[in-house]
């Protein structure tokens, strides 16, 4: 049963059809908002103890049980009687409300006024308003008196003026000035302090044509401000009431971006024939552009991409087939693919366009490309059809001297970079290049690979002082160019090294469950599938814990690898040591050592010689590097350490 909770006003519940449910006293409450504003982290049971009393009775652990029995009664009433609970769970010390990111309303308005932010007004706009809709009353609001709720009502209360105000930014920008005066008026009077409140009112007044208007409430902006407050007004508003008087022509709207791009695609529309080849280049264009826009945009380009070359191949003409397939020159960094079923039609396509591509030079740049799209697309497979295809790639780019080209090759030559291993050195001169060569170049997506490379490299190589300076680096171009997916990445490196800097098992654990919220919707499932398990047993690993038992847990493509240490941790060895035995090799991805490692402890623990040898000797050239950290996501420690463990227990069997 789905339920949904309302912290946006007085603590509730919901059912999945939408009827309250029975919390019922106020400390029942209060535990279900202090878990809430954990936002699915664990709270230890003497931190609820101590929020919950300021002078904690003899028996407030019993209590606190009590509540949280009772709470799972109302949450999950079909639950059968001793089975695991999937929403108020116990893990460790203490509680965690697992509830989905879209079921807490707070979660949701975050949401909403985050992603509003990055959409063209007519869009925002709807979902502003949605999302102030949401609002009952003060958040968290008999709570009011509570220390822990204090900073997470603030936050929220704050988020809410501030979308209150770029929802009057978004009337103003799609000319609907007259209609955003009333809410800011009203808005002004109670929170007199925001300035950006008092320019948004004046500028709407202005544009309404009400420039008497607006100059009288700038001046009841100081006013206020001067009495409340002892400040004179800051330079924004100062700076607009001189525009104003001077009806400064840059007050006047500017042209909406939404409305220039239909425009502009309109007029293409009438210029270019339907039938037109253009359509198809142009068309990949966009679907580049879109990909790295991340979660629905990543699914749609990769759909439609599949759909642009067919359409290519049906006009039967390779050159033009060809500069379709290679123009979604989209930058890849995890080694695992999203859509397994649409990367081999697109290398089938490439492999069938090569062979009809006509011989001679004229064409080497279009076959360089088909060489790097099937390189690329031939992810965490040993193909030596593919490593071959990325080294003809690399040789043409280099002879013609074309950048974007070569940046496209070096994509390819990384992603075949893992026959082995032990690699990371070679992957960080990989890096390398791509960074000098596309900060020569302006090729802003692949300098951020080459950076995202050089992090991983360097994590694997235990270099954390380099590792963070790619990391910041990267944050910055991602931020001065729009670039949303790369924050996926840099919040799991920043996991990684809290649980690789020595943090507590319980504070490591709650950085990867932080950065695992940020992968839903980011349209990657070939890195979303399984990897919170896995990093959260590589933190077990690390710690020489067991592996969780629980049944239930979804290890996505990883259960091979990960299924004897859990049974082990079941007390079921010998169902381990069989299928410790039909374990495959790891496939040749960013987690190769990371599963080998996984492999070697269960063999260790079994006591299964033959399984230990083979780990040992697929680790051993990886003897220097971090047991996982080349994919800058999770770590299981030194190599070394590993190999130590295996050849102690070779010695002594």
Request: contains cysteine; hydrophobic residues 45%; charged residues 25%.
């Amino acid at each position: 049963m789905r339920v949904e909770f309302g912290v946006l006003g007085p603590v509730a519940a919901w059912d999945g059809a939408g009827n309250a449910i029975a919390l019922r006293g106020p400390r029942h409450r209060a535990v279900l908002a202090r878990l809430v504003v954990a936002r699915r982290r664990v709270v230890p049971v003497g931190v609820l103890v101590d929020d919950l009393w300021p002078d904690p009775p003899p028996d407030a652990v019993g209590a606190v049980r009590t509540f949280v029995a009772a709470l799972r009664r109302a949450l999950e009433p079909e639950r059968p009687p001793r089975a695991p609970a999937r929403l108020l769970v116990t893990e460790g010390p203490g509680y965690a409300l697992r509830a989905e990111p879209d079921a807490v309303d707070a979660w949701r308005f975050e949401r909403a006024v985050n992603a509003a932010a990055t959409l063209p007004a007519e869009e925002g706009l709807p979902r502003l308003e949605e999302a102030l809709g949401w609002w009952r009353g003060p958040a968290y609001a008999e709570f009011a008196e509570e220390g822990w709720a204090g900073a997470e009502r603030s936050r929220l209360a704050e988020l809410r003026l501030h979308a209150v105000e770029r929802r009057a930014e978004a009337l103003l920008a799609l000319g609907r000035h007259a209609e955003a005066v009333p809410d800011l008026d009203a808005h002004v009077t109670e929170h007199p302090w925001r300035e950006d409140a008092w320019r948004l009112l004046a500028l709407a007044l202005y544009r309404s044509g009400r420039q008497g208007d607006a100059l009288a409430v700038l001046r009841r902006a100081r006013g206020l401000l001067v009495e409340q407050l002892g400040v004179d007004p800051g330079p924004r508003l100062r700076r607009l009431e001189k525009d104003i008087l001077d009806q400064a022509h840059h007050l006047n709207p500017a042209p909406d971006p939404a409305h220039v791009w239909a425009q502009a695609a309109a007029a293409y529309d009438r210029a270019v024939a339907s039938g037109a080849r253009a359509r198809l280049e142009s068309t990949v264009g966009l679907l580049r552009n879109l990909a790295v826009t991340g979660g629905g945009g990543l699914v749609a380009a990769r759909r439609h991409r599949v759909a642009a070359v067919a359409a290519a191949e049906e006009l039967g003409d390779p050159e033009l087939t060809a500069r379709v397939i290679g123009a979604y020159d989209v930058p890849a960094i995890w080694t695992r693919v999203d859509d397994p079923e649409q990367a081999a039609q697109v290398r089938a396509a490439a492999e069938r366009t090569l062979a009809a591509l006509p011989s001679g030079p004229e064409h080497d740049a279009s076959r360089a490309r088909l060489l790097a799209t099937i390189a690329v697309e031939t992810r965490g497979v040993r193909s030596p059809r593919a490593r071959a295809a990325a080294r003809q790639a690399e040789e043409i780019a280099r002879r013609l001297d074309d950048p974007a080209l070569l940046a496209f090759a070096l994509n390819g030559a990384f992603m075949q970079s893992f026959d082995r291993a032990g690699l990371a050195p070679r992957r960080d001169e990989i890096g390398a290049e791509l960074v000098a060569l596309s900060a020569r170049h302006g090729l802003v997506s692949y300098e951020v690979l080459g950076h995202l490379i050089r992090l991983q490299a360097r994590s694997a190589l235990a270099d954390f002082p380099a590792a963070d300076r790619h990391a910041a680096t990267v944050d910055r171009l991602a931020e001065r160019h729009e670039l949303p997916l790369v924050g996926v990445f840099t919040r799991w490196y920043r996991a990684l090294r809290r649980a690789a800097s020595g943090s507590s098992l319980v504070e490591a654990e709650r950085a990867y469950r932080d950065a695992a919220a940020r992968l839903e919707g980011a349209g990657m499932p070939g890195l979303e599938h399984g990897l919170l398990p896995l990093a959260l047993l590589a933190l077990r690993v690390r710690h020489d814990r067991p592996a969780p038992a629980d049944e239930h847990i979804d290890w996505g493509p990883y259960e091979p690898w990960t299924r004897p240490l859990v049974l082990l941790a079941r007390g079921r060895r010998g169902e381990a040591a069989t299928a410790l035995r039909r374990v495959p090799d790891p496939p040749p991805d960013l987690l190769h050592e990371a599963l080998w490692c996984l492999i070697a402890r269960a063999a260790v623990a079994v006591g299964d010689r033959e399984t230990m040898r083979r780990a040992r000797t697929a680790l051993t050239p990886a003897a220097a590097e971090l047991a996982g950290a080349g994919s800058g996501l999770l770590a299981l420690g030194p190599v070394a350490d590993h190999l130590d463990a295996l050849a102690a227990a070779l010695a002594g069997s």
